[in-house]
């Protein structure tokens, strides 16, 4: 069975690195739209420069600019054929609507955390241009400061600083949330508490999903 999975979650609550575990289990494709921006952003390339604006300060970047990148990379054939597991899309109700005209959703899960330890564990997070993060606390690369899967040098995001996290979370609890309601009617919504290890977090999402442990 094809399954198109949404991922929410504060900043913070580990929703991109459940994400990639949970496209493995499944055979699907893992989309971020963080990461797609951030790489971006690194290579410089019009959208990224454009991107930067917004992301530097933890804005949203203009949902049309957004839709039209989810719209295109979503109707290509590897999602169609395997599924997808989404996350960092929809954060409003415009981009919720766009995506309802893409794809049939199968399931969205939330991962719950609080406001204190979403900002405790941002500050502690280090990211690499690859996509990985890692946390100096209980995720730490095995040499410091240096990416795991691709060896390029770890940073720090704009967005990740005080001021930045602030803005992210009221955008979150203010736009993002009121969409859970309309998932939660349709009788596909999941919460998880998100302040466990990660793979208790993750034996939890796979539990709510009705699928096995791999
Ligand atoms: P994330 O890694 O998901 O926290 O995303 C990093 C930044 O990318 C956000 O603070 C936004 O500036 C931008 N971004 C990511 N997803 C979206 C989205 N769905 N709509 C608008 N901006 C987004």
């Known amino acids: 069975m094809i399954r198109n999975i949404l991922i929410f979650g504060a ?5 991109g690195t459940q994400a990639e575990l949970l496209a493995q289990t499944c055979g699907s494709m893992n989309i971020s739209i963080g990461n797609i921006f951030r790489q971006e952003v690194y290579k410089k390339t019009p959208l990224g420069i454009e ?4 992301t530097d300060e933890g804005k949203l970047v203009p949902d049309d600019v957004v839709n039209e990148i ?4 979503l109707k290509q054939k590897d999602i169609q054929e395997h599924g997808v597991v989404l996350e960092g899309y929809p954060r409003n109700i415009v981009q919720a609507d766009a995506l309802e005209k893409i794809i049939s959703l199968t399931d969205v899960v939330v ?5 204190d330890e979403a900002v405790n564990r941002i500050s502690k997070r280090l990211t690499c241009v690859c996509g990985k993060t890692y946390n100096t606390d209980y995720n730490a690369s095995h040499v410091a400061g240096i990416c795991d899967e691709c060896g390029a040098l770890l940073f ?4 990740d600083k005080p001021d930045a996290i602030k803005h992210r979370l009221e955008t979150y609890h203010k736009e ?3 969409l859970f309601l309309m998932y ?3 009788g596909i919504l999941h919460r998880v508490n998100g302040e466990q290890k990660i793979n208790e ?4 999402i796979l539990k709510a999903l009705n699928m096995e442990t791999p």
């Open 156 to 159: 720090i995001r704009d967005d």
């Open 51 to 54: 991107a930067k604006k917004f």
């Open 11 to 15: 900043q913070g609550s580990g929703k």
């Open 201 to 204: 977090v993750y034996k939890a």
């Open 176 to 178: 993002t949330e009121p």
């Open 111 to 115: 991962i719950d955390i609080s406001d």
């Open 184 to 186: 939660e009617k349709k």
């Open 70 to 73: 989810v719209a295109s990379r």
